[in-house]
């Protein structure tokens, strides 16, 4: 299987913004500090306002209860 | 320099018709003056931007230069239409380089700040470091896209740039009642109804050139069989609009006698009539029985004009092949006015021409809008 980072690079270079937000996700979830977390979070969150996905509210959610937005 | 406009040359303008010259030369072959009357005419009025068709869902977006400015036109998620600074309020990127729908946010492709289509600024990623996407310095409340003043009549965006016009509906009262009428859906004949010209010529010459009847039989010769000069009349409002009508408008046929369908109840005035305005300082409207159609004149440079022509119908569909046939024959008759604004572009050059004389009979409605072009620049020049 390929590494996370070469998902996300794929789907950066395909401009996949929709498949961006859950690998940001998933990258989220195996960060190793809140920090990372967040970082991921954000790129996650910003992909699905940018595109309209309903994963925009979770993810708000998650940012917010770290005081991130 | 374009603070040396005479004043004697604009009064000259403002003359009865009888002894009026045209604007100077100038007007037409001087950037300096075009910057002039960027700032009075274009900018401080209510110019032509675009029409409304141009983005016609929720989420479509369109970016556009105008006056070297970059604008980008939205309709929002409640479906109204905005005209923007195409720019992202943290370092000025341009945020849409392309026709684009909008699916969720405007995300800057920089920094990815991300903007609401009504312009509210929704997110601002790391802006507080990694991971934290707020910062007391930040205020997103203040920071908004920043919004052109706008307004959609007859389809048409208008937009007035240094937001100090008065109301367009107060500006423009006279103009609207004169087409009430028309205050109904106007439904845009689709990609076989648009079409553009770009024309090396000062957009004011395809103006004048459009606002008179004068060169009818002379440029139009094949709309003599039924559309004779004295079948025409002048539309002088002075300080407001001008143009021409016509009391012999043919409706055009298809090859089964198939016609467009009219516009709900229309005055019987409207039955072989048909109207032909300018909206100063850019939009050149017509209305008909069983369509209209809109012009945007797009000032690219003081020698260069792009024209955005439109087709309007009275229903959402309309016979194909009747529809192409207009659109056939409307883009001819413009194409028989692009060698006249051209040639009296070149002929600006002359040394000695003095803006030149109206025919107090025909040229009513050019000297109408050389009239308000010149007190707009006088305006603008006496101001502190």
């Keep these: ?69 | 320099m374009a603070k040396d406009i005479p004043p004697q040359t604009l009064d000259a303008v403002r003359q009865p018709i009888e002894t009026a010259n045209g604007l100077p030369n100038a007007h037409y072959i001087d950037p300096d003056v075009f910057d002039v009357e960027k700032q009075a005419v274009l900018c401080g009025t209510w110019a032509g931007l675009a029409v409304a068709a141009d983005v016609p869902e929720p989420g479509d977006a369109k970016p556009i230069e105008f006056l070297g400015m970059p604008l980008l036109l939205v309709r929002d998620r409640q479906g109204q239409v905005r005209v923007f600074q195409n720019i992202c309020r943290h370092r000025g990127m341009i945020l849409v380089s392309e026709p684009k729908k909008i699916e969720g946010a405007i995300r800057c492709p920089y920094h990815s700040w991300c903007y609401s289509t009504s312009g509210k600024l929704v997110s601002t990623p790391h802006v507080g470091g990694p991971g934290h996407n707020t910062h007391e310095a930040i205020d997103k409340d203040l920071l908004g896209l920043i919004e052109v003043r706008s307004h959609i009549w007859f389809d048409t965006v208008f937009i007035n740039i240094d937001g100090n016009a008065a109301p367009f509906e107060e500006v423009h009262a006279d103009l609207i009642a004169r087409w009430s009428d028309f205050d109904q859906p106007l439904h845009h004949g689709g990609a076989d109804s648009t079409f553009i010209l770009d024309v090396k010529t000062n957009w004011k010459l395809a103006v004048e050139n459009y606002c008179e009847s004068y060169h009818l039989p002379w440029v139009h010769p094949g709309l003599n069989s039924y559309s004779r000069l004295e079948d025409h009349y002048n539309i002088n409002e002075k300080g407001k609009f001008s143009g021409q009508g016509t009391l012999v408008y043919r409706q055009l046929k298809g090859d089964d006698g198939t016609v467009f369908p009219d516009f709900a109840g229309l005055d019987p005035k409207w039955t072989e009539g048909g109207e032909y305005l300018t909206v100063y300082p850019n939009v050149l409207l017509g209305v008909q029985r069983d369509h209209a159609f809109v012009i945007v004149l797009e000032p690219i440079s003081h020698e260069e004009t792009r024209e955005h022509v439109h087709l309007y119908y009275a229903a959402p569909e309309t016979d194909d092949a009747l529809r192409a046939k207009n659109s056939v024959q409307w883009r001819g008759i413009f194409e028989e006015d692009v060698f006249v604004v051209e040639g009296m572009q070149k002929g600006r050059h002359a040394p000695d021409f003095d803006g030149g004389r109206f025919s107090p009979a025909m040229d009513g409605p050019t000297h109408c809008f050389h009239d308000w072009v010149a007190g707009k620049v006088a305006v603008h020049l006496a101001a502190p």
């Design chain 1, 1 to 69: 299987m390929t590494s996370l980072k070469d998902r996300l690079l794929a789907a950066h270079d395909r401009d996949d913004r929709r498949g961006l937000i859950a690998l940001y996700v998933e990258a989220a979830d195996a960060a190793a500090d809140i920090d990372a977390a967040c970082f991921y979070l954000t790129h996650a969150y910003i992909y699905a306002l940018e595109t309209g996905d309903q994963a925009q509210d979770q993810l708000y959610l998650r940012l917010k209860a770290h005081e991130r937005v």
